[in-house]
């Protein structure tokens, strides 16, 4: 059985991106901020940068520190950064764009759907690509829009030959009108340039999104990093999930299953001696299914996974296997009896030394 780590991951410092995904709430935030925690202290990496493509970021929650759309240094690490991006772009922003600064262009381009989603991601790979971080690791949204945002090099792929072959189609006929307009006004030069300059810029965010979506499908580059919780939809969304990133040619060896109960802190509770009864049937069932793959099991905690402390806290257990430590009421009857034959060392010896006196 793979070790139930995700040191795998440290290890393998070609790795660039990193995807975390699964279920609402399960846990991809808090699990793709530690696994980031991790690898900017494994001293495996120079820089890390971990992004939010969540349009409810909550990276700024999990770190407790405000982020923004440019890379920002997360506090307390001298080699960690984070950013969040917005998917969904309002038209503003559009504009800012490169490759959207032609009207021309932006209106084909609304007419194919999700391209302009498609388009800020690719523009944020081409910035990111462009800075020096070893490891990426993005924190997704929800399941659903996670499997369409890994579509995106392919919806971009097809959406952009079809506007290179509308070009190529209507470039002859606005190559004419340019050369008339220009013959009767005098100078069209500039005008007449314009459809290959159009081309030069939808051939170019080809290249990127290409070279994108090769990086995505090899495995020493790219893995995806699946979260889920020991109960049944959680079970069959992992299920869904992997089988579409197989689809897809994106390697997935790992499975972090969080929000663990683990026996030791029952206390006597039925309904927790029940709960773990119910994750425990469920997590045979992910290891029955997954035997190839890394399994990772992350406790229950009492309190929230907030802040840079907390966050590095519980890195600890992505690299080494969670032991439960013994119930309070346990550890807290041990020390008592720890005290009490102590207590009870020091009286003898106090006795056994008053008595020598009387002896003299
Ligand atoms: N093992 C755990 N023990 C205790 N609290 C946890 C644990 N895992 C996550 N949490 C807390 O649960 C909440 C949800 O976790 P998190 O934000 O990581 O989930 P998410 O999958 O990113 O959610 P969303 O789908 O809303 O983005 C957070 O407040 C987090 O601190
Ligand atoms: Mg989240």
Not at 2 to 19: A, R
Not at 255 to 267: A, D, L, R, T
């Amino acid at each position: 059985m793979p070790e139930p780590t995700l040191q795998n991951i440290v290890d393998q410092k070609e790795l660039k991106w990193i995807f975390v995904g699964g279920k609402g709430g399960v846990g991809k935030t808090t699990t793709s901020s530690s696994l980031a925690v991790a690898l900017a202290e494994s001293g495996t990496r120079n820089r890390v940068l971990i992004i939010s493509t969540d349009p409810a970021h909550n990276l700024s929650d999990a770190f407790r520190q405000k982020f923004t759309k440019t890379p920002t240094l997360v506090n307390g690490f001298t080699n960690l950064f984070a950013m969040e991006v917005d998917p969904q772009p309002d038209m503003g922003e559009m504009e800012q764009l490169e490759w959207a600064q032609d009207s021309f262009l932006t209106e084909l381009a609304g007419s194919i759907p999700g391209i302009d989603e498609a388009m800020s991601f690719a523009e944020v790979m081409k910035q990111v690509q462009t800075m020096d971080y070893d490891t990426i690791v993005f924190d997704t949204a929800p399941t659903g829009h996670t499997l369409r945002l890994l579509n995106f090099p392919t919806i971009l792929e097809k959406g952009l030959s079809k506007l290179v072959a509308l070009k190529g189609a209507m470039g002859g006929m606005m190559g004419q009108m340019t050369r008339m307009l220009g013959g009767m006004a005098g100078g069209g030069e500039a005008a007449a340039d314009l459809p290959d300059q159009l081309l030069g810029k939808v051939e170019g965010m080809l290249d990127v999104v290409r070279k994108v979506s090769a990086q995505f499908k090899d495995p020493l580059l790219t893995t995806f990093v699946a979260v889920c919780i020991p109960e049944f939809l959680s079970l069959y969304e992992t299920e869904r999930l992997v089988q579409e990133l197989a689809k897809f040619e994106i390697d997935c060896r790992n499975i972090v299953i969080n929000q663990i109960i683990f026996p030791e802190s029952v206390g006597g509770s039925r309904l927790l001696d029940a709960r773990v009864r119910m994750q425990q049937k469920y997590l045979d069932q992910f290891y029955e299914l997954y035997e190839d793959f890394h399994i990772l099991q992350l406790p229950l905690l009492e309190e929230e996974v907030r802040g840079p402390e907390a966050l590095k806290a519980f890195a600890v257990n992505l690299l080494k296997p969670y032991v439960p430590s013994p119930p309070a009421d346990a550890a807290a009857r041990e020390a008592a009896l720890v005290a009490e034959v102590a207590a009870l060392k020091k009286r003898v010896a106090e006795l056994e030394a008053a008595a020598l006196a009387v002896k003299k």
